[in-house]
């Protein structure tokens, strides 16, 4: 999970479903927020779709799933979108499998979805050396 330095699950409204760090850090809790703050003013201002925001030599992509989620992994901004963007769909697959019929009736409990952390670790984690190396530009 080298290439992987933060992923996070989202709702329009800013709250966080799902985080994965790999450096914790008091502020982590407000980046959702934060998130989606940039995301919806810039679209509004647009009228476009967000899809990545690269600063330094870090990236997010962002991912525009089902039932109004979001999906945001940090990368060096090295790595070819496209290939993130398939890691994505395959874990937005995932989540909505495993928990897409709680989202609407969601009652703001995030540690419902904890398991999830396995199923990100192994998407991430199963990634030959050699696919990452090819996906740099």
């Known amino acids: 999970m080298e290439f992987v330095q933060d992923f996070w699950i ?4 800013g709250v966080t479903l799902f985080w994965l760090f790999l450096k914790e850090s008091d502020d982590n809790i407000l980046v959702g927020s934060f ?4 995301k919806n003013y810039i679209e509004n201002l647009q009228g476009e779709k967000l899809t990545s925001i690269v ?8 991912l525009h799933g089902e039932k109004d989620l979001f999906f945001v992994v940090r990368t060096p901004k090295a790595i070819k979108e496209n290939y993130i963007r398939k890691l994505l769909k395959t874990i937005e697959k995932q989540f909505m499998a495993e928990y897409g019929d709680r989202i609407s009736n969601w009652d703001g409990n995030v540690h419902v979805f904890k398991n999830f952390k396995k199923v990100v670790l192994d998407i991430f984690s199963n990634i030959p050396i050699k696919r990452i190396k090819d996906s740099l530009w």
């Open 35 to 38: 998130l989606t703050a940039i």
């Open 55 to 62: 600063f330094g030599n870090s990236k997010l992509t962002i």
């Open 10 to 13: 989202m709702n329009s409204g």
